[in-house]
């Protein structure tokens, strides 16, 4: 049973680009969740999917923001015209119905410089 | 605003003494929590969930939950120099199908051999 993985593990881009990390969560996990973590920080809801559906957004989602999983199964975050203030971990989790207990993957470290 | 509190740290504390993590929380409606441990640069690993009144063990590690303080703590046993980490408190948001977590800033704790 491998864990949640994520790609790519860094990233660094320019301002003004657009940037889309992968998600691919533990293997049956119907549930998955993106967080952001800035230093010193804890992590911060972005969104979650059930199955293919996208159930829950927190208001940090900017229009600029958004996220797919288009099957179920893997998911995409993709940021447009990226900004300095969106430098941080992207972190992805996911959970098996019907607990609630999320399991992080290594994520994406974004700079942007 | 549904906040999770957490003392910063740094915790010290030698090698095989018990280590004590608090956390409070404001939504009074949740029901679920979790602690987590995140070494430097790495992502957060699951250590214990808990949802009812009590202690709940498993290994060295035993978390506490009283919900009518709307409080939470981890107790590490035999601390090793290994569990030196910052450890996460998240709390599930209590809205309808909700499966937000609210993390703390976490407390990093430092075992001294």
């Known amino acids: 049973d491998t864990g949640v993985s994520q790609d790519p593990r860094h990233k660094i881009t320019k301002r003004g680009q657009n940037v889309t990390f992968r998600c691919d969560p533990i293997?049956?996990?119907?549930?998955l969740y993106w967080y952001r973590q800035t230093l010193g920080q804890g992590p911060e809801f972005l969104t979650y999917?059930?199955?293919?559906?996208?159930?829950?957004k927190s208001r940090l989602l900017s229009d600029r923001f958004s996220a797919e999983r288009p099957k179920g199964s893997f998911s995409t975050l993709e940021i447009q015209r990226t900004e300095q203030g969106d430098s941080a971990m992207y972190l992805c989790?996911?959970?098996?119905?019907?607990?609630?207990?999320?399991?992080f993957g290594p994520g994406t470290r974004l700079t942007v410089t | 605003q549904k906040e999770v509190e957490q003392n910063s740290g740094p915790l010290s504390v030698p090698e095989g003494a018990i280590a004590s993590l608090n956390c409070t929380y404001s939504?009074?409606?949740?029901?679920?929590f979790f602690w987590y441990r995140q070494y430097s640069g790495k992502s957060p690993e699951l250590i214990m969930s808990?949802?009812?009144?009590g202690d709940k063990e498993d290994g060295r590690f035993t978390a506490q939950l009283n919900k009518a303080s709307q409080y939470v703590s981890l107790l590490i046993r035999d601390s090793q120099p290994s569990d030196s980490a910052t450890y996460l408190c998240?709390?599930?948001?209590?809205?309808?199908?909700?499966?937000?977590?609210?993390f703390g800033k976490g407390t990093k704790l430092s075992v001294i051999p």
């Open positions: 989790a996911s959970s098996l119905m019907p607990t609630d207990a999320q399991y």
């Open positions: 999917f059930q199955n293919e559906a996208q159930l829950e």
């Open positions: 293997s049956e996990h119907n549930r």
């Open positions: 808990i949802y009812s009144n």
């Open positions: 998240a709390v599930r948001n209590s809205g309808a199908g909700s499966y937000q977590l609210t």
């Open positions: 939504d009074r409606g949740s029901q679920s």
